[in-house]
């Protein structure tokens, strides 16, 4: 009642304040001055001013932690400042309509949000009443059109929980087509381009390009290319505004922080040299595609499906019959000792209520006498029969309740526990499966909740499950959109089933409790009334009337009080076989079996052979088919391609969180079938696109990485590789700093290089980067990738990456395409085919631009 009663101080549903008639887009910071709730102590931005122009393009730019986003927060007004005005057309917008004032926006953040529903309801989030040609429009305007198409359900292909289904340039170009669709007035871009690959990421730069015309926009960006046609940048450190002016501006100040920023991202000239004569993009782009198209027809690839995908693999999870309660019982086996007290007390408890009633019609008929020396007797040896009666039944539930509390207590414990580790040893495909999703995690209690209840309402109260858990963790993208409505019509869709079941129930509830209830009052009057007839005929005395009356009526008391637990238990009965249905499952991936090889000097020799694989979730889609790939010891290799190219994949497979349909995964030479998971992994280090934190202390989570406990040198060690440790002890609590859940109170950089000391602390014989960088502005990605190839040393790395930069030093660079290698070589010998290349291709552009960039510096 306390929530709902509470007002927030910024209230979305709050439809007062002003609406402009005519908005001309002009956007204005008048000395913020600002703090996060959660750090008081800590200012973000002080004093600070800045005037966007109607219909222009401002970017924002400066290292992680610059509070370049703080500033795009503010104007969503999701924070209010301490001091100073943000304004809109001249107007504060703390007295604008919050929800107009956030309908004139549209958002395409650095970690793109999507929800667990189709494509199609995904884009519609941006604008809920568009039309299917808008839908297209919008979706081809963002290069997701064709990748959409090529799925077996198109845009009503579902995403999976966060997006899962998607990878991560697949996701941010459906998060990109949301925010066009919406058509807004102001346009803010965190990054907007960061997961895409070269090719796909300068196709969607035109596209924003074109829509940003008549748009006042608000850039965040750490790339120069995206930066280059802007009316102002402005550069920030630590809050402040450090230069603002034009790219060409910035560019003469040769002590500048901006041209140091450019400095870091320019590339070699004998690089520029090789592709100073591009050829036009529609050349390019025809000659590309025609290296990518494959042989095998589409035909072709289902029947070949059809006879891989092993059936057991698709089909659920076989039911388990409910366990005998003797198999929980076994687990209760360490407290034998509260279970035979427990069971001691409720044996006495159950005598008392008996010895009771007994004793309360025998003093009832006390009444009765007329000796009043017999009734102080009697009542005196009563009130001391009953004053035992009392200190006896408070020891015995004392010992009742508390033994069996403590069985009960420890025995949630050691399931949840044991839950909990079975739950962690699951291979990652069984996460995938949408009846194991995260909505409330709690799909097992509500189906005990709901037992004996139709299907359609357990399928109506997952749906609500999973809309309301989604609806909370991503509320900034939902308030971002003013989305809150459509959420709850979402909601209210999913629970028609039940709300119509619900009603149709109560009803039954409803007149059974009612008849329940007077058949309790009428029974009453029937022992009243049949009873009174024994007695006035004499059958009876009235000490038997009333000792047979309470004898019944508190015996029937505790046994319908007992009855009342029939449903419980079978609510129990169901929860068991939930909870041994996970505990009983075998994993199909086991990850420390201990017969298994344990490797002690791992190599890191690494072989894709004749690889057939599709991902459990989606069967019918083929990922790689007869895929071979070798990837030498010690050295490091990149893989580039498109979005949904494999790239990622190849990643999982290693790891062996997917294990192929067909064909071997080796490491130096053995099948990863045969070595134990665990050892393996731990040779293994992973930093992925979208850096994963977990709610506790920056030392924590980077202690994480380590096999065995670490000491504080090692960690600050660690950090400072990753270019981690100065933007850490600037912060008051230093490594003790909360990072909040996912990290939630970091910038993206931050999150980023905090996974990459991860990694670096646990000192892995193999290293997998999958676009470790791409969350870094340009001067801490130069310095993190001199780190990471010092890292890289000795160890066999494996680099997904869509920068030229990271991986022009790799040994060997594999090109992908729809789950095939198409070319193979180091940077310098793919650059060498020219405009044939397809290597050439994905960076031409990307080249081309930077290219452009410098002769105008140069210019200038």
Known sequence: MEMIKRVPKIDSENMAGEILEKVSREVEFDHITFLYPLRPDNVILNDFSLKILAGKTMVLVGGSGSRKFTVVTLLQRFYDPIKGEIRVDGVAIHNLQLKWLRSLMGLVSQEPILFATSIKENILFGKEDATEEEIVEAAKAANAHDFISQLPQGYNTQVGER?????????????????????????????????????????????????????????????????????????????????????????????????????????????????????????MQSKSQGHYILSHSISSILMAQSSLVDDEEVIDDPKHPSPSFWKLLALNLPEWKQACLGGFGAVFFGAIEPLYAFAMRSMLSIFFLIDHQEIKRKISSYYLFFATLTVLQMIVNIIQHYNFAYMGEY????????????????????????????????????????????????????????????????LRTITSFSSQGRVLKMLQKAQEGLSNESI??????????????????????????????????????????????LILANTGRVIANASSLTSDLAKGENAIGLVFTILDRNTKIIADEMNAYKPQNLIGHIELQNVYFAYPTRPNVMIFQDFSINIDAGKSTALVGGSGSGKSTIMGLIE?????????????????????????????????????????TIRDNIAYGAFDKTNEVEIIEAAKIANAHDFIASMKDGYDTWCGDRGVQLSGGQKQRIAIARAVLKNPKVLLLDEATSALDSQSENVVQDALEKVMVGRTSVVVAHRLSTIRNCNQIFVLDKGKVIEEGTHSSLLAKGPNGNYYSLNSHKQHDIINVNNASSGA
């Open 504 to 549: 149709r129930h109560s009803w039954f509830a409803g007149i059974g409790l009612g008849c329940a209830r007077s058949l309790t009052t009428f029974t009453r009057a029937l022992e009243y009334w049949y009873g009174g007839n024994l007695v006035y005929h004499g059958y009876i005395t009235t000490k038997q009337f009333f000792e047979t009356n």
């Open 411 to 474: 025995l949630t414990k050691r399931v949840k526990e044991r839950m909990f580790s079975k739950i962690l040893s699951f291979e990652v495909a069984w996460f995938d499966q949408d009846k194991n999703s995260t909505a409330i995690a709690s799909v097992y209690t509500r189906q005990v909740i709901l037992k004996g209840v139709t299907k359609k309402t357990i399928k109506a109260q997952d749906e609500s499950s999973k809309i309301a858990v989604e609806a909370i963790a991503n």
């Open 656 to 696: 062996r969180f997917y294990d192929p349909l067909k064909g071997i995964v080796t490491m130096d030479g053995r099948d990863i079938k045969l070595y134990n998971l665990k050892a393996l992994r731990n040779c293994i280090a992973l930093v992925s696109q979208e850096p994963t934190l977990f709610n506790g």
């Open 163 to 283: 997006g899962v289904q998607m990878s991560g340039g697949q996701k941010q170009r459906i998060a990109i087509a949301r925010a066009i669709i919406k058509k807004p007035h102001i346009l803010l871009l965190d990054e907007a381009t960061s997961a895409l690959d070269t090719e796909s990421e300068h196709k969607v730069q035109q596209a924003l390009d074109n829509i940003v015309v008549d748009q006042t926009t608000i850039t965040i960006a750490n790339r120069l290319f995206t930066i280059r046609d802007a009316h102002a940048i402005v550069v920030m450190v630590n809050g402040s505004i450090m230069e603002m002016g034009s790219h060409d501006e910035l560019m003469q100040n040769e002590n500048g922080s901006y041209k140091s920023l450019v400095h870091f991202q320019q590339v070699e000239k004998s690089e520029n040299d090789t592709l100073s004569h591009p050829t036009s993009n529609e050349d």
